[in-house]
């Protein structure tokens, strides 16, 4: 909800609403007209929580502008784009993710992404492996691997609680200082490391029109799923990111995943004391471990 200079705002009408993206089109990044139509594409896809959009990985995007187009979009439901009242199921996000693709980028692109969206993008990537060249995946998790059931869990079946869930998500979620305390409690390792900035673009996009309905949707666990059923299928080449103190799941659970297809998935690196968005807690390691893996698995 917030840009970095020289990045514009673009949008695409999908299946499910138009899709608003972000990408560098601007003055800044331009290059001749023969340079830029050799420009290649990198996507990078955010992933879910109160407030979440395309803006956790502008810390990240600007440093590969001069050498790709980027496109960074919101996904349906979050930031500003079209937030549709709807059940929504993991199948709605792995086919968002494939209409983007097949729309906007139409080759094999390196998709960058991040926790729960990272798994919705495992499965596109089998599902239509042409599109994808490269994965690089940050936390990779869909929340209920391995048999365990997010769903029964406290705070998800209080949630699953009509008209509590609204009330809950109006004065729980979408307020400074609930965004506050989920990203220094639950989301970053280093506390001190959340400012103002951070918070504000979580906030706006937390405060959109019907923003309840994704979110919810992904904290009642409508969206979990066992990523363990699909890992085996993938045949991108792929890179994991993980924070060792990622709440969510932890890198036991990373590491199991990644030793069901290690043909596919090259490298597997934990991050200490970082949690579950590297991209916002440590950009500069992160964007320099996305050109090492960009080359590697390129390679």
């Not at 499910?16 to 990408?23: E, N």
């Not at 109006?170 to 305390?181: E, F, L, R």
Request: proline letters at 7%.
């Amino acid at each position: 909800m917030i840009e970095p200079p020289g990045i514009q705002q673009g949008s695409l009408v999908t299946s499910l609403g138009r899709m608003v993206y972000y990408t560098n089109s601007g003055e800044l990044w331009q290059l001749t007209d023969e340079l830029e139509s050799e420009r290649p594409k990198l996507v990078f896809l955010h992933g879910f929580g109160g407030g979440s959009s395309a803006y956790e990985w502008s810390k990240v995007y600007p440093a590969f502008a001069s050498d790709y187009q980027i496109l960074a979009p919101d996904l349906i439901g979050w930031g500003r784009s079209e937030h549709p009242e709807r059940n929504y199921r993991p199948e709605d996000y792995v086919a968002i993710i494939i209409e983007f693709l097949e729309k906007i980028c139409g080759e094999p692109t390196p998709v960058i992404a991040s926790s729960l969206t990272a798994a919705f993008t495992i499965r596109a990537a089998i599902e239509r492996p042409d599109l994808f060249k490269l994965l690089i995946l940050t936390t990779p998790a869909g929340l209920s691997d391995f048999g365990e059931n997010y769903t029964q869990s406290f705070f998800a079946q209080l949630i699953a609680t009509p008209i509590l869930d609204r009330l809950l998500y109006s004065v729980g979620v979408a307020t400074a200082g609930g965004i506050q305390n989920f990203l220094e409690n639950r989301q970053f390792a280093n506390s001190s490391l959340v400012y103002p900035e951070i918070v504000q673009a979580y906030l706006k996009s937390a405060q959109q029109p019907r923003g309840d309905y994704a979110a919810l949707a992904f904290v009642r666990g409508d969206l979990c799923f066992d990523l363990a059923n699909y890992v085996p299928q993938l045949a991108t080449p792929t890179a994991i990111l993980w924070g060792r103190k990622s709440q969510f799941t932890g890198p036991e659970i990373g590491q199991r995943l990644a030793d069901l297809n290690p043909g596919a998935i090259k490298v597997f690196q934990v991050l200490e004391d970082v949690g579950l968005t590297p991209q916002l807690e440590l950009p500069a390691v992160t964007i320099g471990l996305i050109r090492k893996y960009l080359k590697l698995l390129s390679a």
